[in-house]
């Protein structure tokens, strides 16, 4: 991990006498690409399924950074606890996408689940995620991956949430799925707190 990456996860809270350094981790990967890749995604539509806070700090960073890789997108969110989620999307969402689908022009669509997550006395620890990148026109699956977050009780949610974000971007990017700068330090949204929510 370089010292930019290491810097924007982790923080040095200070006692007398004591340095305890507090870190967090993000990990994406990718479990399988198309060999046939018939566009990359411009008009891509983002259906999420989350039940933590993570989404605060990963919807803001995601779109940030494609706009700088020159996709549009479009977010549909739903609030779910993982072990009882219904499909993604559910059929509230696939509504909504229909009736945003004749003036966006969605040519792609990823779909973003929270499976699990773990808290520890009501703080948020860590959380996994799938990710699947598909083709609309082809009804083609492009791209899946899945991720790994872990959070120290230092670091807010919303910091490793825009993390989670640019590791996608980064990772879409190494497959050739987008073209793009990615902003050196995602924004995070300020403010962000966590919920005391039981492990599922």
């Not at 994406?28 to 039940?51: I, Y």
Request: contains cysteine; aromatic residues 8%.
């Amino acid at each position: 991990m370089n010292i930019t990456r290491w810097l924007a996860v982790c923080g040095f809270p200070l006692s007398v006498g004591v340095l305890v350094v507090a870190c967090s981790s993000v990990r994406v990967t990718t479990t399988s690409k198309s060999p046939d890749v018939p566009q990359r995604p411009q008009n891509l539509f983002v259906a999420e399924s989350f039940g933590t806070e993570v989404f605060a700090g990963f919807q803001p960073a995601l779109e940030e950074g494609l706009r700088a890789c020159g996709v549009n997108t479009k977010f549909f969110f739903q609030k779910a606890v993982p072990a009882a989620a219904p499909p993604l999307p559910n059929e509230g969402l696939v509504a909504e996408m229909r009736a945003d689908a004749p003036t966006f022009h969605p040519d792609s669509l990823l779909l973003v689940s929270e499976t699990s997550y773990t808290t520890i006395n009501g703080s948020f620890t860590g959380s996994r995620y799938t990710f699947s990148l598909q083709n609309l026109a082809r009804k083609q699956e492009l791209w899946k991956a899945d991720a790994k977050l872990t959070k120290d009780r230092f670091i807010e949610t919303a910091t490793v949430g825009a993390d989670l974000a640019k590791q996608t971007i980064d990772e879409l990017q190494q497959n050739g799925l987008v073209s793009c700068t990615v902003p050196a330090a995602a924004q995070v949204p300020k403010g962000t707190s966590d919920r005391g929510e039981k492990r599922e």
